[in-house]
């Protein structure tokens, strides 16, 4: 059993999540299938032209993958309080409620992309160096990953 796996009664048990990391440029792309899966791995990026780009890209994400839920990163200071991003991020999660049928779930994403940047720079998967070109996909991994984890402490209380 590793830090991911959750015990069979879980709702989400045998669930496809996928994780969002939403940017005004690209939409960063992870998926996991609970207890399935070792781990949430980052799967690719949606370059944020409009919204009706976006959303049939996710579509096609959803229905290659079979999406059972999607987690979305919000964003926010250390301190927990609100930004700009914060805004752009809860319009995502309002237009992603309106037009697809799955549930959504939030997941403060505070630190991410800085997380995303360390694992890059610490991994022979990415040349040790950060990889523009993945660093959205990689911080949605860490924002799903911040999500299981929430949802397992939840079940310690």
Same mark, same amino acid.
Not at 9 to 38: M, W
Not at 69 to 92: Q, Y
């Given at each position: 059993?590793?830090?991911?796996?959750?015990?069979e009664?879980?709702?989400?048990?045998?669930?496809?999540?996928?994780?969002?990391?939403f940017?005004?440029?690209?939409?960063?792309?992870?998926?996991?299938?609970?207890?399935?899966?070792?781990?949430?791995?980052?799967?690719?990026?949606?370059?944020?032209?409009?919204?009706?780009?976006v959303?049939?890209?996710?579509?096609?994400?959803i229905? %290659?993958? /079979?999406?059972?839920?999607? &987690?979305?990163?919000?964003?926010? *200071?250390? =301190?927990?309080?609100?930004t700009?991003?914060?805004?752009?991020?809860?319009?995502?999660?309002?237009?992603?409620?309106?037009?697809?049928?799955?549930?959504?779930?939030?997941?403060?994403?505070?630190l991410?992309?800085?997380?995303?940047?360390?694992?890059?720079?610490?991994?022979?998967q990415?040349?040790f160096?950060v %990889?523009? /070109?993945?660093?959205?996909? &990689?911080?949605?991994s860490?924002? *799903?990953e =911040?999500?299981?984890?929430r949802?397992?402490n939840?079940?310690?209380?």
């Amino acid at each position: 059993m590793n830090e991911f796996h959750l015990p069979e009664n879980n709702p989400f048990h045998l669930q496809t999540i996928l994780g969002i990391d939403f940017g005004e440029k690209f939409i960063g792309l992870a998926s996991y299938c609970v207890n399935r899966d070792p781990y949430p791995t980052p799967y690719g990026r949606i370059q944020n032209k409009n919204e009706e780009y976006v959303l049939k890209e996710l579509k096609r994400v959803i229905s %290659d993958e /079979s999406i059972d839920l999607i &987690v979305i990163g919000v964003p926010h *200071l250390l =301190d927990g309080k609100k930004t700009s991003s914060t805004a752009r991020a809860e319009a995502f999660i309002k237009l992603i409620r309106e037009h697809l049928s799955l549930p959504v779930e939030e997941q403060d994403e505070t630190l991410s992309t800085f997380e995303a940047e360390s694992r890059m720079k610490n991994s022979p998967q990415y040349n040790f160096q950060v %990889d523009l /070109s993945k660093i959205d996909a &990689v911080a949605a991994s860490v924002i *799903l990953e =911040d999500f299981i984890r929430r949802k397992k402490n939840d079940l310690k209380l």
